[in-house]
């Protein structure tokens, strides 16, 4: 494990500042790849019918025809009352096919309980026997206007994810996006082929799971670094983790969920160093942090040993050669937010003009952002030939990123 890239090779001595990306990486191997105990929670209910109930049909004939049978799913849906239509059930060629039939016959009436719906599908988890090397999901379709319970009252607790389809147009998707709130790493979006094939594919080639980076300033309260030179280290936001500190100690727990394989996942470390000319050596290597990493494969967790982010601080520093590229990392960050809320505005009412305007507005942030960051990334020869390729529409060359070492 190791720290990926610096923003620059050197310190000042004097009070400054310190950018670093650390950057981790799931084995590609299927090996380790392990079950899903996927339970689908279906609306049922009056509101769901014609061109709803198609969409949650599809949906769920997409879901059953990814699944292996190395994978279960059990099927709950819910109106007035929610029922288990069957337990979790391997995904064999003749449980596909009952389950099927099952969807196929699937009809709307009653009234709207979302809670109990949800309460059911944890139960199924709950009760679940066989454990070891399976992952516990709950995908819930519906369009979201409940009529009776609350939804939102449902605590799935820290350790199961929720994610949540909308069914077209009307469906409220602040219910929604408020349900998988409640859950780690919870995602909301409408119930689309791509959608659903794009997180199924996360899902079904998992290899790690719970995974969490800590990363441990030596402060003055350290024992074994009295002379320090970090006075803060502050992680940069990101919205494909979660993150906390410490008050007492300044540790920072990184959460990132599950890895598939393959997959890369980078943070930002932004870290403040202080005034180090009173030492009288004219340069030397600051030890910042300890970085550290754990995660669970196959029910068995895995601790990675402990390696150090330093830098050579010296009375004459190098400039942050790497500075703007680590400051593109951080911004392509943010609009990751806006983007999902064009596409939760986008699948509004017909008719909802407000919602459009709104939408047309996100989208008008997004392209002015896009073009900002292509003028931070794009290495330029001269200003005149910025200002050439701009009036041309022709992009200039990018410098190819240097090689990064993974962790």
Not at 219 to 237: K, L, R
Request: with cysteine; hydrophobic share 40%; aromatic share 4%.
């Amino acid at each position: 494990m190791e720290p990926v890239r610096y923003s620059k090779d050197e310190a000042a001595l004097t009070a400054d500042t310190l950018t670093v990306e650390v950057e981790m990486k799931a084995e590609s191997s299927s090996a380790v790849w392990e079950g899903l105990d996927l339970v689908a929670v279906l609306d049922v209910s009056g509101r769901v019918y014609r061109k709803k109930m198609e969409y949650m049909k599809e949906a769920m004939m997409l879901v059953m025809r990814k699944l292996s049978p190395v994978d279960r799913l059990s099927i709950v849906t819910f109106s007035d009352v929610a029922t288990r239509l069957c337990p979790l059930r391997c995904m064999t060629p003749g449980a596909q096919d009952d389950l099927v039939a099952l969807v196929n016959g699937l009809e709307s009436s009653g009234s709207t309980n979302i809670r109990a719906g949800l309460e059911t599908g944890l139960t199924v988890i709950a009760d679940r026997v066989n454990t070891k090397g399976r992952v516990p999901k709950i995908f819930l379709f519906s369009d979201g206007h409940q009529t009776s319970g609350d939804a939102r009252q449902v605590d799935p607790g820290r350790a199961l994810v929720i994610y949540t389809f909308g069914l077209g147009r009307g469906t409220d998707h602040r219910l929604m996006i408020d349900v998988t709130e409640k859950s780690p790493f919870g995602a909301y979006s409408s119930a689309n082929r791509w959608s659903i094939s794009q997180l199924l594919g996360r899902l079904l080639t998992a290899v790690a799971h719970d995974v969490v980076l800590t990363i441990t300033p030596h402060t003055p309260e350290d024992e074994d670094h009295h002379d320090v030179d970090t006075i803060v280290a502050v992680v940069a936001s990101g919205t494909n983790f979660r993150q906390a500190t410490d008050a007492a100690t300044g540790v920072i727990n990184i959460f990132f969920g599950s890895l598939s394989a393959g997959e890369e996942r980078r943070v930002v470390v932004n870290f403040t160093l202080k005034d180090s000319l009173c030492r009288p050596e004219m340069k030397y290597w600051a030890s910042l942090a300890e970085v550290s990493s754990a995660f669970t494969i196959k029910g068995s967790t895995v601790i990675t040993g402990s390696q150090s982010i330093q830098i050579l601080r010296t009375r004459t520093a190098s400039p942050q050669l790497g500075r703007r590229q680590l400051e593109a990392v951080i911004d392509r960050r943010r609009p990751d937010h806006d983007i999902e809320q064009v596409a939760v505005r986008a699948d509004g009412k017909d008719g909802d003009n407000e919602a459009l305007d709104d939408g047309q507005l996100l989208l008008n942030r997004l392209h002015a952002e896009l073009l900002r960051l292509t003028e931070t990334v794009v290495h330029v020869g001269s200003d005149s030939y910025l200002e050439q390729a701009k009036n041309s529409g022709k992009a200039p060359p990018r410098r190819r990123a240097p090689p990064t070492m993974r962790i």
